[in-house]
Each structure stands twice: as C-alpha cells, then as structure tokens.
C-alpha cells in the first residue's frame, strides 16, 4: 500500500499537469520512491488514484527502464557500458564490482543490499567512467574507489 | 585563428561560485535579454533568430527561427514551448552542464523562445537520471517564478507564462522530439508519423516548439547581443558559440564552448591536450554514437553541419568521441549497436529486428565466429533500416554500423580470417 504521504502528492500532481495522465510518469516517480518498486498492487493504485485502467499504467512502467518491476536492493548500482566509459576501463569496472557483489546483471544479493545494473550512457562522457549509486553520480571512478564504496554503503 | 579572438558567452557565467543561482545570474547580466525581448513584438524576435543562423544544437541542426516560424499565428489553442533536456546520445554531456550550472540561462531562453510563439505553457523534459540538474532547475523556476520572470504578467507586460518540469525515466527514443511529447502525455515515448509536424499538432494536440537546452541557451544572447554578432561567429549556415563535449582518449576530456567550424584536430591537439601517451588516433566519431566515424587522418576539418555531412558523416551534438590506436573497431560498433538495439522503441520493424540482427552480427565477427558475407549481411541490413522507419532513431542506428564497417573494412576482414579480435585486450575490453 502506497503511503498516505504518496497517495497525497500522486493527488496533488493532478493539479500540476494538464491531464491526469500527463501525470502518471511523475505519479510512477512519487510511488516508487515509496515503495522501492512498481509491484503490480503499486500500479494498480496509482491507475486509480488517477483514474487510468491499470493498462496504461503497465504499458508506461514496462517502457521506461527506470521503473523497477521487482524488488531492487538499497543500494541500486547502475554502471555505464557505453563506449566513452568502455574506452577508460569501464568494462573493468563493471567486472570488479560484479565479481566483488557476485551478481550477474541485474540481480539483488541475498542481504537486500545491492542491485547491480549495466546501463547505457549516463550522460556524463567528460568524467568517465561513471556510475551511479540510487539517484547520485560518481565519475572518473577509479578500482580504488570502488572498493571503498562498496564497503561504505551498507 | 578562429579562437584567437572568440569571447565565450554561454559558459561565461559559469566560472563564478554558485553560477546557478539567480542572484548571479543576475550579477552578469542574466534576464536582461528577457525584458529587452517583451519590448518587441514577437515576431521580431523570431526574425532575429531566424537571421542569426542558429541551428538546432540537439543534433539535427535546422534552423531554430525557421521552426518557430512554422507555429500558426491564428489558432484558438493553447501553444507550447518543450525543452529537451533528454541527453542520451552517447557522447554528449554538454546539456547537463547548462542544466548544472546555469539554469537560469536556459530558463531565460525558454522564456524568450516561449514569448516568441505565443506559448503561455513551457516544459522541460530531462532525463530521470538527472535527477540533481532536475531539482536545481526546479529551484532556479521558484527563484524566477518569486522574482516576476515566471507567472502572470511578466515583467509588467501582457504576457503571462508557466514553466514545468517533466522528469523522464530513462528512454534514449524521449529525445526525439514527438517521443518526447508522447512521454509527457504520459504514454510510451513512440514516435509519431510526421507529417503533421509538432508546430502544427504537437503536445495535447496543441501547437508545439520542442528545442535543444543549448539552442535556447544561445537565445538570450542573440536577444542581447544581436544577431548580427552571432552570424559573424563561424562557418556561413552554421554559425554561433557551440559547447563542444570531448571524451574518450584525450587528456583532457571536457566541454568547450569554442566558435562553430573550429578544426577537430585543433580540438582534440589543442584544447584536448591530445591523446594520452602521444598515441596516435585512430578514430573519432565526431558528434555522437549516430554519427559516423572519421579515421584519425580524417580529421583535418572543420566541426560544423555541413563541413562534416559534406565528409560522409555528421556534426550531432558536436561531441567528439576519440579512440587511439588499442580501440577494436569492431567492439566499437558492437557497443554502438548494441546501444540501438536497446533503445529501439520496437514499433518498426527494419528498426526493432534489423538493430538487434545487427548486433549479433558484429558480436559474432568479434569473437572470431564470422564469415565474410555477415560483413555483406551487416551492410545489407543497414540500408534496409534506412529511411523505412518513423523516426530517425533508424537511420541513427544503421548509419554507424556502416560507417565502422566501410571504414574499416580491413579490420573487419582480419577479425575474420585470424578468426579472433586482434587486439584482443585492447581498451575495450
């Protein structure tokens, strides 16, 4: 269940956009920073609070891949897999952090700690490699820092 | 030189603590262009920018005046000002510097932009991974909104204006410009057949103006300055201050704001500070992962639309990625295809099968497991993706994979015959 919080401001966005539906991405964005993910239930409320058929809020969360459709870690680890990162050991990076999480691409470890992702370009060429940590950025990421990260986010 | 004398003006304000607050903003000149335009008639302003010669700085490069131009004048409908704040292209990070440390620049373009067209609603649709530039132009719209630039009767004036945020949730295809309507009317970002144009039917049906953050960053200034001192930057057809984004295998990666035409070797040698270890380029793409690559004994020319369509590729974004000579050509345009393959919003068919078939091509030639008629397959299936989809993101996809191919053909055929990646090891990897 979505909290009263969310479902007050999933409300308040109607006002905001011209159309209810013009609302369901930043509605989507509001539930899921609740929730963590877009269970099926979660869809289901939002198409009702704004009065959509849970249709085309399914159509819009399996669209768009920053919409979780299972559960994610705390921690979710996106990594850039584009060339301008690849080209300044992105590949390399990726490797080590999958190695050190033992995840494949796109697993939760057991702890409910990390989720690992490759993504394409993040938009942050100039700094690479990039990656991201939830909603924040970490660029010309080094293996040092990595593994500092790694034992930092808990 | 072209630079000798070039003063930047799109970063100037930048080099200041807190270059994203509007109280600096203000300092330097910030919003005069604003109160200077709602003294003239709209269409002045459209014809001004029309006679500067600013082109679309998202890719496209069609000439910004132009397409405002095409919003009818009488129309009982609401009209609307869309930024693409969508910056996914491969190789291009320029938007997000505006959006970080000068909103405001780009605030008071989209203002002007929107005055000029009749617009009373503007949105700016950023990426959902930009979710730090997201909440510092939200701040900067409260910030203008308090100071009378955002709201009812602007400035004094009879024109009233709303500026809103859309914040993406990650979709390469929202930054093509009708996908991006699409999304903000809260749908899957899929493309729309054009005709009719989004200056005609666009967002709710309404007229539409959807614009690159740099091209409207450019606006204030040919507002202020005039027009005549942005044509006289750069190349004919292609002029102005342009942020180049440069990244891969140079010293110092980065965005310069520089005139357009200035030299990619000059680019890469000069403000780059060339390549790492004095390694010899091997190839650059020079404005984004849809353009087609140059050899490093290609770059002798001059970075603007024309200059670079005229040599078999494009300008883009204008953000050359560089790769020396331990790059594998072929992992280079796998990662470019393979980033096509996953974009591909998957409603036309040439491009939602022949990106991924691609795809799978160059991963076989690679790792050694392909044969000399993929090559011919591969080159094949670009010219079928070509102009047989809805929207651009086809030809974006095809025309890389051709170029790598004919480019570098050699390297292509010896991945075939060795039957293995000979630079296996190689920066790539």
Request: net charge negative; charged share 20%; aromatic share 8%.
């Amino acid at each position: 269940m979505l909290s009263p919080e969310a479902r007050q401001r999933i409300e308040s966005l109607k006002t905001v956009y011209e159309t209810n539906q013009s609302a369901l991405i930043p509605a989507l964005h509001v539930a899921q920073a609740d929730q963590g993910w877009l269970s099926e239930e979660t869809q289901r409320e939002v198409a009702s609070i704004l009065g959509l058929t849970a249709q085309a809020v399914r159509q819009v969360v399996t669209f768009y891949t920053m919409f979780q459709q299972k559960p994610v870690g705390r921690h979710l680890i996106q990594v850039c897999r584009n060339l301008s990162c690849s080209l300044l050991g992105g590949q390399k990076l990726q490797k080590q952090i999958q190695d050190k999480l033992g995840l494949e691409d796109g697993e939760t470890t057991q702890d409910g700690r990390f989720t690992y992702l490759s993504v394409e370009c993040l938009g942050s060429c100039g700094t690479a490699p990039v990656l991201m940590v939830n909603d924040r950025y970490y660029e010309n990421v080094t293996p040092q820092q990595v593994d500092r990260l790694l034992e930092e986010l808990k | 030189m072209l630079t000798a004398t070039f003063e930047p003006v799109l970063t100037k304000t930048m080099q200041y603590p807190e270059s994203h607050t509007l109280e600096v903003y203000r300092k330097h000149g910030g919003y005069e262009a604003l109160a200077m335009a709602l003294q003239k008639q709209p269409d002045e302003i459209i014809d001004m920018v029309k006679r500067s010669g600013l082109r679309g700085r998202g890719g496209a490069g069609f000439p910004t005046g132009t397409k405002w131009g095409f919003v009818p004048k009488s129309t009982d409908k609401p009209k609307y000002m869309c930024v693409n704040a969508d910056e996914s292209e491969p190789g291009a990070f320029k938007d997000r510097l505006i959006c970080q440390k000068d909103p405001h620049q780009l605030l008071e373009g989209t203002l002007i932009g929107s005055y000029a067209i009749g617009a009373n609603r503007a949105y700016i649709y950023i990426r959902g991974e930009f979710a730090h530039e997201a909440r510092l132009l939200e701040r900067a719209i409260e910030e203008a909104r308090t100071a009378g630039f955002i709201g009812r009767n602007i400035l004094g004036s009879s024109w009233s204006c709303e500026v809103t945020m859309y914040v993406g949730a990650g979709a390469y295809i929202c930054g093509e410009e009708t996908g991006l309507i699409e999304s903000l009317e809260g749908k899957r970002g899929w493309p729309r057949l054009k005709p009719p144009f989004p200056a005609v039917v666009g967002l709710f049906g309404c007229p539409t103006v959807v614009n690159n953050v740099e091209t409207l960053a450019c606006v204030p200034h040919i507002v202020k300055l005039g027009w005549e001192w942005f044509s006289s930057i750069g190349p004919e057809r292609n002029s102005g201050p342009k942020l180049y984004g440069l990244s891969g295998h140079v010293n110092r990666p980065g965005v310069f704001e520089l005139p357009m035409g200035i030299s990619l070797r000059e680019l890469i040698d000069e403000h780059g500070g060339g390549v790492p270890g004095g390694r010899p380029v091997k190839g650059v793409i020079p404005g984004g992962a849809s353009c087609p690559v140059l050899r490093g004994d290609e770059i002798d020319l001059p970075m603007d639309f024309d200059s670079l369509t005229r040599a078999g590729s494009l300008f883009g974004t204008g953000t050359p990625i560089v790769m020396d000579d331990t790059t594998c050509m072929v992992r280079a345009a796998w990662i470019t295809a393979r980033f096509f393959a996953h974009e591909s919003c998957g409603q036309c068919t040439p491009c939602r099968e022949g990106c991924g078939w691609m795809q799978r091509l160059l991963w076989k030639i690679e790792t050694g497991e392909g044969e000399e008629r993929d090559l011919d397959t591969l080159l094949s299936i670009t010219d079928q993706i070509e102009g047989n989809t809805i929207c651009a993101l086809g030809d974006a996809a095809a025309w890389p994979t051709r170029g790598f191919a004919k480019k570098f053909r050699e390297e292509f055929l010896q991945h075939i015959t060795e039957r293995r990646c000979p630079l296996g090891g190689g920066s790539l990897h």
